[in-house]
């Protein structure tokens, strides 16, 4: 017997640890409806509520079935008062609870897949072997595997359940250890047989219909495995080939109509209570489970392999198509590139304005100098650096754009008290901006939005971020202590948050629960948080949008646009699914997928805090969970049309897109068999080292185009080799957003690669020697992303080189190396060296290469310098000061040359 204090202190260890999850509901439920999505809370909570009662009863009901069944049967058979009763018997009711509860918790994780299947919406296309339309198979497929599952677990547990229970009730019946009439021990009985043979027929007919259902449900499993072959990944074929369609496909279906004639048989075992039926179900599926494992492996050595190439045609062409729609390039346009090795002075002429919107700074090299001459105090940072465009006094233009955030984590320790961290640092402030393609004389950027509070030639008029990249601990706004604005030489600006963003602390109440759930006592005591207070949680960006919408994939990096006097966060969103058949598998941080589609922008206010998310593409799955929240998205067309202007093509959805298209664009069976025409991304320097050159934004104006455009582009290069075959551009503008075009390079000709052109470059003796000049005494040389810019027919590679210091570095733009292929040239900057590259004699600005007697000069003042370094090394100050004395002598010559080339 329990004791009655023991069921008192079980009530309340229940009470005390039942108040952390309904405050958890509570709060949560206040976020939702201050975000506005209330009914996506309660649609997903009231499914998960109904999903895990429905899961609980049925488990519940089918275990305490079948535990009366055998505890009648036991009953039935020892009759009464020869059964044994110990302290296990008082657990088997709650083990029951126990484990429907861990069903229902499961069945209630599947509340997607559930809804998915409920609301599904056609795909209006079909596979090429069933003849199912799509949505079967992301929509229906995984529903049936999900039941598959939740039936196979429960019977094989049940029937465990089951079985141990008459193992341990029948004891005396099943395993005799000693006579009924004498005391002498009987040597237990070994043979199998025997034991089974001792088996009670009522026993016989429970556990044969349970084994039934189990039979039957493998059965339903070897079905639905006709449809997985779909998803091969094994051979030369993504999807079915010839083997699995022509063997594993019989087998499975075999398979399946054995395992449910035996589980019919099993459960008509019922009345025959023969225990050779199930030995015999079993020992045939055995089989038929091995052959189908060898069979199809064997029968493609022997048969398949010959003569792969024809066999495997039909099912290769699925592949290839099916691939294609899955990651949505069915309809990328191939269009010829019309190659000219010569950059030719009409074709500068005519291009002025993409001229003006290369980008020369490298996003790596601009954090550093953004970190060291904006950032202002030691709390601010610059996450990152993202381009975009706007337009400025009618012209369209590029540039570059990074937000100010809070990160206190840089605050002196002494400062880091509760008040600092959640009521007076809670928000960032301002953003910095810089055209692409302008410098300073000194090699920085020149900014055309800076400082605090923001000024230039952009109006931000509300410039605080209290919803960025960085911001995840919870702050406490609008309290009665004034917030951190911005500093100032004379003394810091406060501020009050007046805007909606948080959950309003308009009650002790709420104030109890936040207390509970973040376990801070301060939400009770601090005399500074009023009514009016806010607290603000879950607003770093991407965590904020996935909280709200958990089946998207998103992209980790969102970038801010400046939108009414604010700043505004875009993230781009997927729909993603490992279900499409005959598509080509990929692998992400969210799993292998081979069905991905960028169908939502994610817009956020970084001040309010209000998250929208706009269709972008009718596609099956996003028209589904539209059916299942109906007030979540919002079409396309609702966006404000400033920001239709600052949507992009996202980068990582077209680095996945390029992966697949470097065999995947080839569409001939066989050549995409042999991989004749394979691709892989070009290499690119950066910093010592080799890396993979990333896709890059650029504003260009496309072959045969009339007006610049804003465009993703990736160049390729054959597998294995280094020449450029062909560019890929993602557009950007409307109306033409979304398209790619795949521009080929005439394979009759070279065309340097991005690595030909860093290899050029390292060759090039005068550059060479200056990157060593300058490389010396502290300083380091760091070269840019290498850019390919189509130019009319031609192409041009530009490549910034940036000078820094190895302490305090603050990269300064310096030169600006440009390429035709042909032709290596580096000088002060674009059109400099634009002006050598087509032959002009005068060139504003200090010209590179050196002239002959300057490059003479500069190589003996680096054999000078390199002898003081010998000197220094050995000790010798005395050789050491003379080396350097006509190094500096040397340099001064250079210098008079420089001057008077200036001059002319």
């Given at each position: 017997m329990i004791s009655k204090p023991i069921y008192i202190l079980i009530?309340?260890?229940?009470?005390?640890?039942?108040?952390?999850?309904?405050?958890?509901?509570?709060?949560?439920?206040?976020?939702?409806?201050?975000?506005?999505?209330?009914?996506?809370?309660?649609?997903?909570?009231?499914?998960?509520?109904?999903?895990?009662?429905?899961?609980?009863?049925?488990?519940?009901?089918?275990?305490?079935?079948?535990?009366?069944?055998?505890?009648?049967?036991?009953?039935?058979?020892?009759?009464d008062g020869e059964e044994k009763h110990t302290e296990i018997d008082g657990l088997i009711v709650p083990g029951a609870i126990v484990l429907s509860l861990i069903f229902g918790l499961s069945i209630s994780s599947q509340w997607e897949t559930i809804l998915l299947y409920l609301n599904m919406v056609p795909a209006g296309i079909e596979d090429p072997i069933f003849s199912r339309d799509v949505s079967f198979y992301l929509f229906q497929l995984p529903f049936m595997e999900m039941i598959r599952n939740i039936l196979l677990s429960m019977t094989i547990f049940v029937l465990i359940f089951t079985g141990i229970l008459y193992l341990y009730k029948l004891e005396s019946v099943l395993n005799p250890q000693y006579s009924t009439e004498a005391t002498e021990y009987i040597t237990p009985d070994s043979d199998i047989v025997e034991f089974l043979n001792r088996i009670p027929s009522k026993v016989l007919m429970h556990i044969s219909v349970l084994m039934g259902l189990l039979f039957l449900i493998i059965g339903f499993g070897f079905y639905l495995s006709r449809f997985e072959i779909l998803f091969s990944?094994?051979?030369?074929?993504?999807?079915?080939?010839?083997?699995?369609?022509?063997?594993?496909?019989?087998?499975?279906?075999?398979?399946?109509?054995?395992?449910?004639?035996?589980?019919?048989?099993?459960?008509?075992?019922?009345?025959?209570?023969?225990?050779?039926?199930?030995?015999?179900?079993v020992s045939i599926i055995v089989i038929m489970i091995l052959l189908t494992s060898f069979a199809p492996a064997a029968y493609q050595q022997i048969k398949v392999e010959p003569t792969e190439l024809q066999l495997e045609e039909p099912y290769l062409r699925h592949n290839i198509d099916y691939t294609r729609m899955g990651y949505g390039l069915s309809d990328i346009e191939v269009k010829p590139f019309d190659y000219n090795p010569e950059i030719t002075r009409s074709a500068i002429e005519n291009n002025e304005d993409v001229l003006s919107n290369i980008k020369i700074w490298d996003q790596r090299a601009l954090q550093n100098t953004y970190r060291q001459t904006q950032q202002i105090r030691t709390y601010y940072e610059f996450n990152d650096v993202d381009t975009d465009r706007y337009y400025v006094n009618g012209e369209y233009r590029q540039f570059m754009i990074s937000v100010r955030e809070m990160d206190i984590t840089n605050l002196d320790p002494s400062a880091r008290t509760w008040v600092n961290e959640r009521l007076v640092y809670t928000h960032g402030y301002g953003a910095v901006m810089n055209s692409v393609s302008e410098k300073t004389d000194d090699g920085r950027p020149e900014l055309v939005l800076r400082d605090i509070p923001p000024q230039g030639d952009f109006d931000l008029t509300n410039p605080r971020i209290y919803y960025g990249e960085m911001t995840r601990d919870y702050k406490i706004v609008n309290s009665g202590q004034p917030e951190l604005d911005y500093p100032q030489a004379e003394g810091n600006v406060f501020t009050h948050y007046?805007?909606?963003?948080?959950?309003?602390?308009?009650?002790?109440?709420?104030?109890?629960?936040?207390?509970?759930?973040?376990?801070?006592?301060?939400?009770?005591?601090?005399?500074?948080?009023?009514?009016?207070?806010?607290?603000?949680?879950?607003?770093?960006?991407?965590?904020?949008?996935?909280?709200?919408?958990?089946?998207?994939?998103?992209?980790?990096?969102?970038?801010?646009?400046?939108?009414?006097?604010?700043?505004?966060?875009?993230?781009?969103?997927?729909?993603?699914?490992?279900?499409?058949?005959?598509?080509?598998?990929?692998?992400?941080?969210?799993?292998?997928?081979?069905?991905?589609?960028?169908?939502?922008?994610?817009?956020?206010?970084?001040?309010?805090?209000?998250?929208?998310?706009?269709?972008?593409?009718?596609?099956?799955?996003?028209?589904?969970?539209?059916?299942?929240?109906?007030?979540?998205?919002?079409?396309?067309?609702?966006?404000?049309?400033?920001?239709?202007?600052?949507?992009?093509?996202?980068?990582?959805?077209?680095?996945?897109?390029?992966?697949?298209?470097?065999?995947?664009?080839?569409?001939?069976?066989?050549?995409?068999?042999?991989?004749?025409?394979?691709?892989?991304?070009?290499?690119?320097?950066?910093?010592?080292s080799t890396i993979q050159m990333e896709p890059y934004y650029i504003m260009t104006r496309l072959p045969n185009g009339e007006g610049i455009e804003y465009i993703l582009m990736q160049p390729f290069t054959p597998r294995n080799r280094q020449n450029m075959i062909s560019w890929i551009a993602a557009r950007c503008d409307e109306p033409n957003y979304g398209q790619l075009i795949h521009y080929e390079f005439p394979k009759d000709r070279l065309i340097y690669g991005p690595n030909q052109i860093e290899s050029r470059i390292d060759q090039d003796p005068e550059i060479s020697q200056l990157f060593t000049l300058w490389g010396q005494q502290g300083s380091s040389v760091i070269r840019g992303n290498l850019l390919v810019v189509p130019l009319d027919s031609s192409i041009l590679y530009i490549e910034p080189v940036f000078i820094s210091a190895d302490e305090g570095e603050i990269p300064e733009l310096r030169r600006i190396i440009v390429s035709s292929g042909e032709t290596v040239y580096m000088g002060l900057d674009l059109m400099t060296s634009l002006q050598v590259l087509l032959g002009d004699e005068v060139i504003d600005g200090e010209p590179v290469p050196l002239p002959g007697d300057a490059r003479e000069l500069a190589n003996q003042a680096l054999e000078h310098y390199n002898a003081a370094q010998d000197h220094l090394r050995e000790g010798n100050w005395a050789g050491y000061g003379q080396e350097m004395e006509q190094v500096r002598d040397l340099i001064e010559q250079i210098s008079h040359i420089m001057m008077e080339v200036e001059e002319q």
């Open positions: 009530a309340l260890i229940a009470v005390i640890f039942g108040i952390g999850p309904a405050m958890g509901y509570y709060t949560e439920y206040l976020w939702y409806d201050m975000t506005g999505y209330l009914s996506v809370f309660l649609t997903i909570l009231s499914w998960r509520a109904l999903l895990f009662l429905v899961g609980f009863l049925i488990v519940f009901a089918f275990i305490y079935l079948n535990i009366g069944i055998a505890k009648k049967t036991v009953k039935a058979i020892l009759g990944q094994m051979g030369v074929v993504a999807g079915a080939g010839y083997t699995d369609i022509n063997i594993r496909l019989p087998l499975l279906t075999v398979t399946a109509v054995i395992c449910s004639l035996v589980g019919a048989a099993l459960i008509a075992n019922v009345k025959l209570k023969n225990i050779k039926i199930p030995l015999l179900g007046d805007g909606t963003g948080g959950v309003q602390l308009d009650s002790m109440f709420k104030r109890l629960a936040y207390m509970l759930r973040f376990g801070d006592i301060n939400f009770i005591l601090s005399q500074y948080i009023t009514e009016e207070s806010r607290v603000m949680y879950d607003h770093q960006i991407n965590q904020r949008a996935a909280k709200i919408a958990p089946f998207l994939a998103y992209e980790s990096d969102p970038y801010p646009v400046i939108h009414d006097g604010k700043i505004f966060w875009i993230i781009d969103a997927y729909t993603i699914s490992d279900k499409f058949p005959y598509s080509e598998r990929y692998r992400t941080g969210a799993g292998d997928i081979n069905y991905i589609r960028n169908s939502v922008k994610v817009v956020i206010d970084a001040y309010e805090g209000n998250v929208d998310y706009y269709v972008m593409e009718n596609e099956p799955m996003i028209d589904t969970y539209s059916q299942i929240f109906p007030d979540m998205f919002k079409p396309y067309e609702d966006m404000p049309e400033n920001l239709k202007n600052h949507i992009r093509y996202p980068k990582e959805y077209f680095s996945v897109q390029m992966d697949i298209y470097r065999n995947y664009h080839m569409t001939d069976t066989e050549t995409f068999y042999n991989k004749e025409d394979a691709w892989q991304v070009p290499r690119e320097y950066y910093r010592g």
